[in-house]
Structures are given as C-alpha cells and as structure tokens.
C-alpha cells in the first residue's frame, strides 16, 4: 500500500509541474502568450522548479561519478572543489557533457577555473579571484592569533554588492529630509544596515566599512541643510559628525563597526 500511494503521489506532483510549464504567460496588456519550454523569468515557481531539475541533473550526478570532488550550490550557481587544475578541466568537460544531456549549457563567461592561491598555495594562473553569493573570494593579507601576517584565500563584500548598497543608500535621500531628526534617521537606515552588517560583515569587515561610509557622506549632507551653522562649511560637518560619533557611538548601526569615522 506504501508503495502504490508514494506512486500516486509522484504522478499528482509531476502532473502539478506539467501544469505549471505549459500555463500561459499573462502580458501587461492582458493578452496570455503560450510556452514551449522553461519557466517565466521572475516567475514565483521557477526557483523551485530549477531546484528540482538540478538536483536531478548535478546534484545527483556529481555525488554518483564525483563522489570525491566537493561543491556547493545555490540556486544555479556552483562552485567544485579540485586537487588540481587536471581535474578541474576534466570535470568541465564531462560537465558540459552532462548539461547538454539535459539541455542546459554551462554560461561561457561565468564558468572559470580559478586558483586558490595562498600562503601555501604560491604558483601563478591566470584567474586567482571569483564572486559567490555576494563575495568575492580572492588572496587577502590575514593575520594569524599570534599576530602574524600571512596570505589567505578568503571572502569579502564584492564590489557588485557594495555598488548596490551604495545605490539603496543614494535613493534614500538623506540629504533632503530636513524633516527628520538624527533619531528618525537612525530608525529608519538601522534595518538595513543590520542586515548588510549581519549577512557581509562575517568577512574582512574593512571592505564593508568603506561601502557604509556612503551614508556618513549623506549625514553630513543632510545636517548641511539641516543646520545653518554647519551650511557651506564641510570640513565644519565632518567635525560635527565625528563629535556626534563620539558622544553617541551607537546611534547609527554601522557605527559599531569603526572606531572613528573618515572621509
């Protein structure tokens, strides 16, 4: 009985698939535009879908003929972990093999062999950086507990993702809220900025110090209009706002991160 109903229920889940791949797409305009093949892009099912033909056409496949060869995958990015720049061309060929089996293609731009070159890993290639979930991974000069300095294959905030944040925190407007106080400011940026702290800060903070400094910028901007002693006067602002930091280190969430603020 436990059989035949696991049966039942695989043939209702890929009827509800087979559903969802042929529905129509509805236009702006009200018109439905009828499909082939794949899912919308930006479609609600299609991360889910995409998961589950992955699972089936990588996840699946590396454990049965890789079994030795590491990865992580988030959505359909993948990163695999070789011994050796002979292995990881071999399993770039038997992977765009494995894709064409299942009618996908490995992006020719995105699709890399990068070295992890480190302290202990000192020879040359020509890709020794990539991007991942919003880091990049790259050579950085670390220091151990015992204070010394060596070369670590680490992550920190890409610059796509600071650019981002940057972007977020110019459509705010600071500057043209003179109708706010330093607390509603506060209020309002900490959410944000808690979550870019929480989710990029576990790695190399300093790069994410300098991506946050934007809102300094914007703060200054902002008391510039805000009060008329401080108008016209930057370097004035600067040291108002490095009085206000001082006084108050934990008004705004970023500041927690630094000791001081720069320009």
């Known amino acids: 009985m ?4 696991r049966h039942a229920d695989s043939a209702w889940v890929l009827l509800y698939i087979e559903r969802w791949l042929r529905a129509p797409v509805s236009m702006p305009d009200g018109t439905l535009v009828g ?12 991360p889910i879908l995409a998961n589950l033909f992955l699972h089936y056409a990588f996840d699946r496949w590396m454990k049965e003929n ?21 292995q990881a061309r071999s399993l770039r060929q038997a992977l765009e093999a494995r894709l064409a089996m299942c009618k ?8 890399k062999i990068v070295y992890c070159k480190d302290t202990n890993r000192l020879n040359s290639h020509p890709e020794q950086r990539f991007d991942f979930l919003g880091f990049t991974f790259r050579p950085r000069q670390s220091m151990n507990r015992t204070g010394n300095l060596f070369v670590s294959f680490s992550p920190a905030v890409s610059d796509k993702a600071a650019k981002a944040m940057r972007e977020v925190m110019r459509r705010w407007k600071l500057h043209h809220r003179s109708d706010l106080d330093l607390g509603d400011i506060a209020r309002w940026t900490r959410p944000m900025l808690l979550g870019w702290i929480q989710y990029y800060g576990r790695f190399h903070r300093s790069a994410l110090r300098s991506a946050l ?5 914007f703060i200054v901007r902002w008391a510039q209009r805000k009060y008329k002693r ?17 006084r108050q280190p934990t008004l705004f969430a970023h500041w927690l991160m630094e000791s001081k603020v720069g320009r």
């Open 2 to 5: 436990r059989a035949v109903r």
């Open 35 to 46: 499909r082939e093949r794949g899912t919308p892009q930006g479609g609600v099912v299609s």
């Open 66 to 86: 890789n079994p030795d060869i590491p990865f992580e995958r988030y959505a359909d990015d993948v990163i695999c972990h070789c011994r050796s720049e002979a």
């Open 104 to 111: 996908l293609e490995l992006h020719p731009q995105k699709t």
């Open 213 to 217: 400094r934007t809102l300094d910028q």
């Open 230 to 246: 401080l108008k016209g006067h930057t370097k004035r602002a600067w040291d108002w706002l490095r009085g206000l930091q001082a």
